[in-house]
């Protein structure tokens, strides 16, 4: 069964710093990539989503992708404390379904 | 902002007991889907369906029915409740296979 691995299992930074998250398939017939955001007691929203070799960036976020790896990433810059919150990964392997595959999280801490 | 609403928001079940989740979109999205989430298991995909009439088994359907009746709406049912069903679940919908994925805020079951 196809498997997406996240690390760290947590994460703290201080406010203003750089955050980093991992995420490794272990299939390499993936479609996309996906990163999900989750603040307590709420629905994971969506930050973005990278399906080519390189880096994607949305404002303070950054995503890399290398395929030959298998292995994504997340960089937040200039991280705040409302960016305190669970990152999920997701890998789409099969675009007929749309079915995705999540990470475990990375629980993210930025301290004041 | 896509809509996703789901009810009830919490629920304690007793064991053997049936048990419906309700899930309604307005975003008029073809796909929907039910995940779980439990501590150390991210989020994992139970039953997805395309549109009304139809459902799909995802990665862990033991135990769990679904039923689509319209473009709108999306109900997990289980049929007979046991306490390893105790979990947080989460409905979603997307307008096709790669398409964002957007999440109600959850239903927090307990099945004792």
């Known amino acids: 069964q196809q498997k997406v691995q996240q690390s760290p299992e947590s994460l703290s930074v201080p406010e203003g710093g750089m955050a980093s998250l991992n995420c490794t398939s272990s299939?390499?017939?993936?479609?996309y990539f996906w990163w999900y955001r989750q603040h307590s007691g709420e629905g994971p929203k969506a930050l973005m989503?990278?399906?080519?070799?390189g880096d994607k960036k949305e404002g303070r976020f950054t995503a890399h992708l290398n395929k030959a790896s298998l292995h994504v990433s997340l960089h937040i810059r200039d991280s705040q404390p409302s960016d305190s919150a669970l990152y999920f990964c997701?890998?789409?392997?099969?675009?007929?379904?749309?079915?995705?595959?999540f990470g475990d999280g990375t629980v993210l801490t930025v301290k004041p | 902002e896509a809509a996703v609403t789901q009810s009830p928001r919490n629920k304690v079940a007793v064991t053997g007991g049936k048990v419906t989740l309700s899930c309604n979109q307005t975003?008029?999205?073809?796909?929907m889907y039910w995940y779980r989430q439990d501590t150390g298991h991210g989020l994992r995909l139970i039953h997805y369906?395309?549109?009304?009439?139809?459902?799909e088994k995802g990665d862990i359907p033991d135990g769990y029915k679904a039923s689509r009746p319209s473009q709108e709406n999306f109900s997990l049912i289980l049929e007979l409740a046991t306490p390893s069903q105790t979990s947080v679940y989460f409905c979603?919908?997307?307008?096709?296979?790669?398409?964002?994925?957007?999440f109600g805020s959850g239903t927090r079951l307990t099945v004792l």
């Open positions: 979603a919908s997307a307008g096709g296979a790669t398409e964002t994925l957007y």
């Open positions: 975003n008029n999205h073809n796909n």
């Open positions: 369906s395309y549109g009304a009439g139809s459902t």
């Open positions: 989503s990278i399906f080519s070799d």
């Open positions: 997701a890998a789409l392997y099969n675009t007929n379904t749309g079915k995705l595959t």
């Open positions: 299939d390499r017939n993936f479609q």
